[in-house]
């Protein structure tokens, strides 16, 4: 029951992300709580869905460009963890996050090769349009468009649970396995999350960004241990 | 005058409108004005402007199924609106936002048009002028600044407030970008050719160049509360790993690393340095 109404979350995520209203609502902050809700564990898709964010802040359709697909990503690896994590019976934790992020990220590549493919598809009803025109059906001419929501649908409905079963499968026997890997993969979640940080300043490519993350991050990391050292917990 | 949405099948190619068909403003000699009802339809279906995006004609598809309910009311003849919809199934390519005000100025057109006011390519021709800057102003707005800018607002509220601060920033973007749609969508059909001043006016570029330098610092902020959640369970290799990894990897990325290896080499180096410090604390 969890990879359907994954599947059916991804889908209607890749919907939103191009093809109809753009609303932010397939974006990793707010698409990875809203898949953790959906799966039961809404602050486990919150512990992903912030680094996911500011990983992908520069994955946009520029024109003609396709970015990595971040709706696909996202569903895939927050499906994973969440769904992993009730097969083991707690709380998503930053090792478990981690290892399904490793497993599961190659899902937002398959995306964007996924999403030429629309395009392609898109050609052909495009043409279907041109000839229901000719044949002076006009109404039908103009409903070729929304056919094209079908594709991109169908294939992240598909893909997310794929990916996300995989990642469920290997990252909790990898946890079973060697116990003394959760406290350093601990730490690689938030490496992780830092580069992604990093990566957001640079997507953003304004020409004060290197003086604004750097001073933006020494501030908040100097508040945080202060707080932290002097038993303030922020 | 005020039109009203005409029926699925027109009379056949080539015969004169019915008698039910909207009268001809031509006639009247002064353009006729959509219905609210005709505009709501045409803005909602404005929403789906990318939903068969194709190399071949961008957002065509998409702008003829927004135009379309417009063009039922306007050309009572079916040879015209055939015509009409003909041509809007032409290229067109925008940023879909600002596609809202190229969208409401061809029906100011289109108006015009049914009118006998203007020649039937002049909405093509506002089209083909407009959305070239429409869509170079709204990518480096919305795309690489407002966008950007409440995402990165919504990650550091998220490791601060929690989920509530998402459903606030997912809020307000959301009134902003509604907003500017729905503005941009009327002041285009009010004012077809009158629309670039006023869009001129917003100084749109001079704010995303400031939203882009805050969301610089909101994603640096989360880079220091990582460091800090980091500290908070593992202090010492913890925070120095992390803050490391956040210094290195901006400085890869910005000598051209690519994001999918940087971001694995950072997780995995980051696990295997903790592994080498944690096992050197308990040795010693």
């Known amino acids: 029951m969890g990879y359907l109404v994954l599947g059916l979350v991804a889908g209607l995520a890749a919907i939103e992300r191009k093809g109809f209203l753009q609303a932010m609502l397939s974006r990793p902050i707010v698409l990875g709580p809203a898949i953790g809700w959906a799966l039961g564990d809404a602050a486990g898709g919150l512990l992903l869905g912030t680094p996911l964010e500011l990983l992908w802040l520069g994955a946009v359709n520029l024109g003609a460009a396709v970015p990595v697909h971040e709706a696909l990503g996202t569903s895939a690896v927050v499906g994973g963890a969440v769904l992993a994590a009730r097969a083991m019976g707690g709380p998503v934790t930053p090792e478990l996050a981690l290892l399904v992020a490793l497993v599961a990220l190659p899902a937002a590549l398959v995306g964007r090769w996924a999403e030429r493919s629309c395009e392609s598809w898109n050609e052909r009803l495009a043409l279907r349009a041109e000839s229901a025109l000719a044949e002076h059906r006009l109404r039908a001419a103009a409903r070729c468009n929304l056919y094209g929501l079908a594709l991109p649908f169908f294939i992240s409905a598909t893909v997310a649970p794929l990916a996300a079963a995989v990642a469920a499968f290997l990252a909790p026997r990898v946890l079973a396995a060697a116990p003394s890997l959760a406290a350093p993969l601990r730490v690689g979640f938030y490496t992780l999350a830092a580069v992604a940080c990093a990566a957001a300043a640079k997507a953003l490519r304004a020409r004060a960004a290197p003086r604004a993350f750097f001073g933006a991050a020494a501030g908040a990391a100097a508040l945080g241990l202060f707080a932290l050292y002097t038993g303030r917990a922020l | ?284």
């Not at chain 2, 506002?126 to 480096?140: E, F, H, R, S």
């Open chain 2, 1 to 284: 005058m005020t039109l009203r949405g005409g029926g699925e099948h027109g009379p056949p190619t080539g015969q004169a409108p019915s008698p039910s068909a909207p009268a001809g403003p031509a006639e009247l000699g002064a353009p006729a004005r959509l219905s609210r009802a005709t505009l709501a339809r045409v803005f909602w279906r404005s929403l789906f402007l990318q939903a068969a995006w194709n190399r071949r004609g961008m957002q065509n598809l998409g702008f003829a199924y927004a135009i379309d309910p417009a063009l039922r009311a306007l050309y009572g003849d079916p040879v015209l609106r055939e015509e009409a919809l003909r041509r809007h199934l032409g290229f067109f390519n925008c940023h879909p936002y600002m596609a809202a005000a190229i969208l409401g100025g061809a029906i100011h057109h289109e108006e015009r048009v049914a009118a006998g006011l203007e020649p039937s390519q002049a909405s093509l021709r506002y089209k083909q002028t407009l959305q070239g800057p429409l869509a170079a102003i709204g990518d480096g707005f919305f795309w690489t600044a407002l966008r950007p800018f409440f995402g990165a607002l919504g990650a550091l509220g998220a490791l601060i407030f929690g989920l509530p601060a998402v459903w606030v920033v997912l809020v307000v973007y959301n009134v902003i970008h509604f907003a500017l749609r729905i503005g941009l969508f009327r002041v285009g059909y009010e004012r077809g050719d009158a629309l670039v001043p006023l869009i001129a006016r917003l100084s749109l570029p001079v704010v995303a160049d400031r939203l882009r330098t805050g969301g610089a610092a909101l994603a640096g902020g989360a880079a220091g509360l990582w460091v800090y959640h980091a500290a908070a369970r593992w202090p010492e290799p913890g925070a120095p790993i992390t803050a490391l990894a956040a210094v290195a990897g901006y400085l890869a990325l910005a000598r051209g690393a690519r994001l999918f290896p940087t971001a694995y080499v950072a997780a995995l180096a980051g696990a295997a340095a903790a592994l080498v410090l944690g096992h050197f604390q308990g040795s010693s």
